[in-house]
């Protein structure tokens, strides 16, 4: 997935042609990439993250798609499962914000989005 969009309207032409989920989340996982360092795609359901696609500085594939995390309500993911909302900001010391940055093998971002995607 290293290839980048340089703009907004080649990632929306992508998306209008995208067949499936896992085309949809290539160019989500694409694009924001672009903008950013680092990128993971979960998914939530049943009260469940799980992790799915991702790219970037520190992300390995293998690990991010064996990740599983179970709602936490004081955590930012259980405040977007229960809100729907985007959470941007830093990432409290949480038992959640570990196991998921864990996983990863990141360090620690200063500043995390959060961006729910609806499909």
């Known amino acids: 997935m290293s290839s980048r969009f ?6 929306t032409a992508m998306l209008a042609e995208a067949d499936g989920r896992d085309a949809v989340g290539e160019v989500l996982v694409r694009f924001a990439r672009s903008r950013n360092p680092r990128v993971a795609l979960l998914t939530y359901r049943a009260g469940q993250w799980s992790g799915w696609l991702g790219d970037g500085t520190g992300i390995e594939s293998v690990a991010l798609r064996r990740f599983m995390l179970p709602v936490d309500a004081g955590s930012a993911f259980g405040l977007v ?14 038992s959640a914000h570990h196991t998921f940055l864990e996983a990863l093998g990141a360090v620690p971002p200063s500043t995390s989005a959060i961006l729910p995607v609806h499909y």
């Not at 340089?6 to 990632?11: I, M, T």
């Open 6 to 11: 340089p703009r907004l309207e080649e990632a």
């Open 81 to 94: 499962a229960e809100t729907g909302a985007p959470y941007v900001g830093a990432l409290s010391d949480n």
